[in-house]
C-alpha cells in the first residue's frame, strides 16, 4: 500500500472512531468521509470490498496450489530435468507478472511473493541435486543463500515475514549442519 493510501485509510478510521464515540457532530463526520472517501459513502465502500473478496480468495488459493504443483512436478513425475525446469521456470514468471499486476491493486501480494520464494527455493535445491549429484555442502550453500536472499528481501521491503523466515531458515540450517 502506498503512503497516500495508508494516510488516508488511517484518517478515516479516526473519523469513523470519533463519529462512534460522539466526539464530533454526525454531520460534520459524514462531510468529512465523504471527503476522504471522495464522494463514496461508507455502505458502497463495503460493499465493493465484500465483493472482491471471493476472487481474492480463489486467487490466493490458486497461487498457492503452485507449491504443491511443483512438488509433485519433481518428485512424482518421470519428466525430463529440462521439461521441469520449464515448467517451474513458467510457474515463476506468472507469478512476477502476477506480482506486478496485484502490485497496483494492492491485493495479495504477499501470498504472491511467499509462492514464488517457496519454489525458487524448491527449484534451487532441485536444480544443485541435479546438476552437482546431491553434493550436501552445495546443498546447504543454496539453502542459506535463499535463506539469506530472503533476510535482505524483508529487510529491504520492509516485509517482516521475509525477515523472519529468513533469519528462521538460516538458524535451522546452521542446527541441522551442527548436529
Known sequence: ????????????????????????????????????????????????????????????????????????????????????????????VLLIFAAIYYSKKEIISPVIYITTAIIVLIYSVNFSDAIFQGDKLITYIILFCNCFLWSLAGLYFKMLYFTIAGAAGILILIISIVI
Open 1 to 92: 500500500m502506498d503512503t497516500k493510501s495508508q494516510k488516508t485509510n488511517i484518517i478515516i478510521n479516526e473519523i469513523l472512531f470519533w463519529k462512534q464515540n460522539k466526539m464530533l457532530p454526525d454531520h460534520y463526520c459524514d462531510y468529512l468521509l465523504a471527503l476522504y472517501n471522495q464522494g463514496e459513502d461508507m455502505e458502497n465502500m463495503d460493499r465493493k470490498k465484500s465483493k472482491r473478496l471471493p476472487a481474492v480468495l480463489f486467487s490466493s488459493a490458486l497461487f498457492m496450489s503452485l507449491i504443491p504443483f511443483s512438488l509433485f512436478v519433481i518428485y512424482f513425475t518421470e519428466l525430463s530435468f529440462v521439461l521441469q525446469t520449464a515448467i517451474l521456470t513458467g510457474f515463476v
